[in-house]
């Protein structure tokens, strides 16, 4: 089992710009197709990106594509969102997730927390209005 481990989140004004890391280890990580979700208080875990173990492929949701951005780096055992343009309503604690495939549901844009099996422990992003 993958372990999962956020880091670059803060505080930001409106229209700024984050990268968030999310860095692997205890498995090779390039078996693995990986995702960011986020949740903001009171609201369901929500699905925003995710991509396939070569970063071929890349999944987003309406609200954030021409914004945010998804990569990876095999070597690094690493995976990145590059947040930029953001919005109050980003505001969000950000999770990495792990898993061996994409499920249709990701590919459709109606992913949900369980179509992937590993997580990190979450990481603060705040957007100040």
């Known amino acids: 089992q993958v372990q999962l481990a956020e880091s670059g989140g803060g505080l930001v004004q409106t229209g700024g710009s984050l990268r968030l890391s999310c860095k692997a280890s205890g498995d090779t990580f390039s078996k693995y197709a990986m995702a960011w979700f986020r949740q903001a208080p009171g609201k369901e875990r929500e699905f925003v990106v995710a991509?396939?173990?070569?970063?071929?492929?890349?999944y987003y949701i309406d609200s954030v594509k021409g914004r945010f951005t998804i990569s990876r780096d095999n070597d690094k055992n690493t995976v990145y969102l590059q947040m930029n343009s953001l919005k109050p309503e980003d505001t969000a604690v950000y999770y990495c997730a792990a898993d061996h495939s994409l499920t249709t549901a990701v590919v459709t844009g109606v992913a949900g927390p369980g179509d992937f099996g590993s997580w990190g422990q979450g990481t603060q992003v705040t957007v100040s209005s």
């Open positions: 991509t396939t173990w070569s970063g071929g492929s890349r």
